[in-house]
T-cell receptor, first 111, second 112 residues
Framework: SQQGEEDPQALSIQEGENATMNCSYKTSINNLQWYRQNSGRGLVHLIL?????REKHSGRLRVTLDTSKKSSSLLITASRAADTASYFCATDTGGGNKLTFGTGTQLKVEL | DVKVTQSSRYLVKRTGEKVFLECVQD?????MFWYRQDPGLGLRLIYFSYDVKMKEKGDIPEGYSVSREKKERFSLILESASTNQTSMYLCASRVGWADTQYFGPGTRLTVL
């Protein structure tokens, strides 16, 4: 299975609600990153959290990292229809200079 | 503004053809990557390069090769395209070890 696995695979919410996505991974990491992908497009970096950090904020985004549980969560507050996209976590293990991506969570925000 | 461009958004090729996918970044990044993305499988790394003329295999290099003659350009080559290489191909670059990756818009390749 993947180094990073997102949960749930799909999420549908109403505009204004909060959306929470989770990511679990298997091996020790240097950092964990969240990316967003609009349908049929490239990925856009959202936020990076280092292994010695527990929480990070960026606008309406809040990311937490629990290295003891090998898990991270991405919270989008007050969601908007424009937040509809797929969200991926990616782990940097420091070996081989590469990121390993999960399979993503598809978020749909309905009006 | 950071920019990674890919030569085509959509490409249709026939089985057995040689296919070139090109990626250019304007950020002077050392590291460049090629991924393919398939439903249910997420992004899988094909090849990456950490310097000009240097390359390393990723998780699924079979059937692919790469070329990096200049720092800003990283090409993915399908020597003899097959139908199971129909996919979305994404190029990315980044400057260092613990840094964010910048992605191109992707090339949706269909092999008939």
């Amino acid at each position: 299975s993947q180094q990073g696995e997102e949960d749930p695979q799909a999420l549908s919410i109403q505009e204004g609600e909060n959306a929470t996505m989770n990511c679990s991974y298997k091996t020790s990491i240097n950092n964990l990153q969240w990316y967003r992908q609009n349908s049929g497009r490239g990925l856009v970096h959202l936020i990076l959290i280092r292994s010695n950090e527990r929480e990070k904020h960026s606008g309406r985004l809040r990311v937490t990292l629990d290295t003891s549980k090998k898990s991270s969560s991405l919270l989008i507050t007050a969601s908007r229809a424009a937040d509809t996209a797929s969200y991926f976590c990616a782990t940097d293990t420091g070996g081989g200079n590469k990121l390993t991506f999960g399979t993503g969570t598809q978020l749909k925000v309905e009006l | 503004d950071v920019k990674v461009t890919q030569s085509s958004r959509y490409l249709v090729k026939r089985t057995g053809e040689k296919v070139f996918l090109e990626c250019v970044q304007d950020m002077d990044h050392e590291n460049m990557f090629w991924y393919r993305q398939d439903p249910g499988l997420g992004l899988r790394l094909i090849y990456f390069s950490y310097d000009v003329k240097m390359k390393e295999k990723g998780d699924i290099p079979e059937g692919y090769s790469v070329s990096r003659e200049k720092k800003e350009r990283f090409s993915l080559i399908l020597e003899s395209a097959s139908t199971n290489q129909t996919s979305m191909y994404l190029c990315a670059s980044r400057v260092g070890w613990a840094d964010t990756q910048y992605f191109g818009p992707g090339t949706r390749l269909t092999v008939l």
